[in-house]
């Protein structure tokens, strides 16, 4: 855990849109935690989210994967990048690239990730579309530390709503959107607090806080 009498230093990583980057940089600054957003970090050059960062004045970098032989070369590179900034916390907003096991291990319960499920249901791609598949009634996203495998490792966070009988992956997909916009910011903001503890038993704890949400109204949902 950081120590919480300094400011937080966190770097993003996007691969694309960067909504979870936006509002986490502008949640940032309207709650004015104790928190930098060093740098955002792509490995896509035509990434939208970094022109906005750039705008912002906020550093971004590009490390284009497809430079690289290999994953192990890519992850090198990208971890030389990242200290650069010497980050407390590094985000996966959005980062649409599987990290290896030396990478993740690097950056042991400081590496923290979003994915558009309740996990453990559907891990990787296609996330709202098995959730209509399966027609599961309740769905959403999870904030999680990252472990080596894929979209697990202990959860920080979980934000839900009911799936309703005219939703399609679509509109699925916008209003689980809007809870991680939510939830992504609180998440980032407790770290900068220092209100996440990892326990003995691998398991987040969040002191004072409640970390189950449910959204059913998430047109009204008060986002800061
Ligand atoms: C978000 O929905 C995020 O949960 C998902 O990609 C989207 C990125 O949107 N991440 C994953 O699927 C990771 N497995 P954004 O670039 O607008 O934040």
């Not at 590179?77 to 690097?106: T, W």
């Not at 319960?109 to 559907?122: A, E, G, T, V, W």
Request: proline content about 4%; charged content about 25%.
């Amino acid at each position: 855990m950081k120590n919480h009498h300094k400011n937080c230093r966190f770097v993003i990583l996007i691969s694309g849109r960067g909504s979870n980057m936006q509002k986490i940089v502008e949640s940032s600054i309207y709650g004015k935690w104790p928190a930098t957003i060093c740098a955002v970090i792509s490995n896509d050059p035509s990434s939208l989210g970094l022109q906005w960062a750039k705008d912002r004045n906020i550093p971004t970098d590009s490390l284009d994967h497809k430079n690289y032989a290999n994953r192990d070369l890519f992850d090198q590179a990208l971890k030389k990048k990242i200290d650069e900034y010497f980050p407390d916390y590094v985000l996966l907003a959005g980062f649409m690239r599987i990290l290896s096991k030396d990478f993740v291990d690097h950056y042991k319960h400081r590496l923290i990730n979003i994915h558009p499920s309740l996990l453990p249901s559907f891990p990787g791609l296609n996330t709202h579309y098995k959730a209509i598949e399966k027609g599961v009634k309740i769905h959403g996203c999870t904030i999680h530390f990252v472990n080596s495998e894929l979209d697990d490792g202990p959860i920080i966070i979980q934000g839900c709503l009911s799936v309703k009988s005219n939703d399609d992956s679509a509109s699925l997909a916008e209003r689980v959107l809007k809870i991680e916009h939510k939830i992504f910011p609180l998440v980032c903001k407790w770290l900068s607090l220092g209100k996440i503890v990892i326990n003995q038993e691998n398991k987040v704890e969040v002191k004072g806080e409640n970390n189950l949400l449910f959204y059913d109204d998430v047109d009204h949902m008060q986002l800061f």
